[in-house]
């Protein structure tokens, strides 16, 4: 299931919003998971949904290929700082599978509750 809860803007602005939305996550579910796409239906049908993850949820769109990448490495370097129990998945520090050819980029969040 993919779940929108975006925010647009300038990677400045929108990522103490998006922050805020990925403490919840931290503290509601029990995995998390945060990535970067250029089509999340394809991401989720043929990757995600397989795998487990009860819902991807998007939480920024942009039309920029680097401040999506910013925006994936700042939130997975923030996860992983924070005191929640649960620390992202995310074993490579984001924005690596994000190329420059797309109309719209996407950072999402997979969650899942045991």
Same mark, same amino acid.
């Given at each position: 299931?993919?779940?929108?809860?975006?925010? @647009?803007?300038?990677?400045?602005?929108?990522?103490?919003?998006?922050?805020?939305?990925?403490?919840? !996550?931290?503290? /509601? !579910?029990? @995995?998390?998971?945060? &990535?970067?796409?250029?089509?999340?239906?394809?991401?989720?049908?043929? &990757?995600?949904?397989?795998?487990?993850?009860?819902?991807?949820?998007?939480?920024?769109?942009? +039309?920029?290929?680097?401040?999506?990448?910013?925006?994936?490495?700042?939130?997975?370097?923030?996860?992983? &700082?924070?005191?929640?129990?649960?620390?992202?998945?995310?074993?490579?520090?984001?924005?690596?599978?994000?190329?420059?050819?797309? +109309?719209?980029?996407?950072?999402?969040? /997979?969650?899942?509750?045991?």
């Amino acid at each position: 299931m993919i779940e929108e809860n975006i925010t @647009r803007g300038r990677v400045h602005d929108a990522m103490p919003v998006i922050q805020r939305k990925l403490n919840g !996550y931290l503290r /509601l !579910y029990d @995995r998390i998971k945060i &990535g970067a796409t250029t089509n999340p239906e394809a991401r989720w049908n043929l &990757g995600h949904g397989r795998d487990g993850w009860d819902k991807m949820v998007l939480v920024y769109e942009s +039309e920029w290929a680097g401040s999506t990448r910013s925006m994936e490495r700042g939130l997975i370097a923030y996860a992983r &700082g924070t005191n929640f129990r649960v620390k992202p998945e995310n074993v490579l520090p984001g924005g690596e599978s994000i190329r420059d050819d797309a +109309e719209l980029y996407w950072v999402y969040v /997979l969650v899942e509750r045991f």
